[in-house]
């Protein structure tokens, strides 16, 4: 190789690309024959009956199965059918779902039921005297404390 350096005041002025003469007059006129002369391409899906009633079927098959899969919505049960339900059955199901009265007492339902005093003489009536005179011993060592 050739160890001799470039110095760029050596090289030569002259510009090495070259322009026919009017290219650029002709040049706009040659870019729009170029536009106007390719064919316009038509959409890859068009409409079709057969499209259409595929579309259709497919749709109403996602309905049914949609209609068919979603739960109805239960409303209130009212008193009547819990009026028919003993309280021996009420006692059960809690103790197998292991629920206790004071779980019971938390909710603002059963609160509620307790505001009126037939509801409590109704619910202690039944109860065995020593029992709730050992409750109400408990409840009130607990709060003087």
């Given at each position: 190789?050739?160890?001799?350096?470039?110095?760029?005041?050596?090289?030569?002025?002259?510009?090495?690309?070259?322009?026919?003469?009017?290219?650029?007059?002709?040049?706009?006129?040659?870019?729009?024959?170029?536009?106007?002369?390719?064919?316009?391409?038509?959409?890859?899906?068009?409409?079709?009956?057969?499209?259409?009633?595929?579309?259709?079927?497919?749709?109403?098959?996602?309905?049914?199965?949609?209609?068919?899969?979603?739960?109805?919505?239960?409303?209130?049960?009212?008193?009547?059918?819990?009026?028919?339900?003993?309280?021996?059955s009420?006692?059960?199901?809690?103790?197998?779902?292991?629920?206790?009265?004071?779980?019971?007492?938390?909710?603002?339902?059963?609160?509620?039921?307790?505001?009126?005093?037939?509801?409590?003489?109704?619910?202690?009536?039944?109860?065995?005297?020593?029992?709730?005179?050992?409750?109400?011993?408990?409840?009130t060592?607990?709060?003087?404390?």
């Amino acid at each position: 190789m050739d160890n001799k350096r470039i110095r760029l005041d050596d090289l030569k002025k002259e510009t090495p690309f070259s322009v026919p003469d009017g290219y650029f007059d002709e040049l706009p006129q040659i870019i729009q024959a170029k536009i106007t002369s390719e064919p316009v391409r038509k959409p890859l899906v068009g409409w079709s009956w057969q499209r259409s009633v595929a579309l259709v079927s497919a749709m109403s098959l996602v309905f049914l199965l949609v209609w068919i899969t979603v739960p109805e919505k239960q409303g209130a049960l009212g008193q009547a059918p819990l009026a028919d339900i003993s309280d021996a059955s009420i006692i059960s199901y809690l103790e197998e779902e292991d629920m206790s009265y004071y779980d019971l007492s938390e909710h603002k339902v059963v609160q509620h039921a307790f505001d009126n005093d037939t509801t409590i003489l109704h619910y202690l009536d039944g109860m065995d005297s020593e029992f709730i005179r050992q409750q109400i011993i408990e409840s009130t060592v607990g709060e003087t404390i």
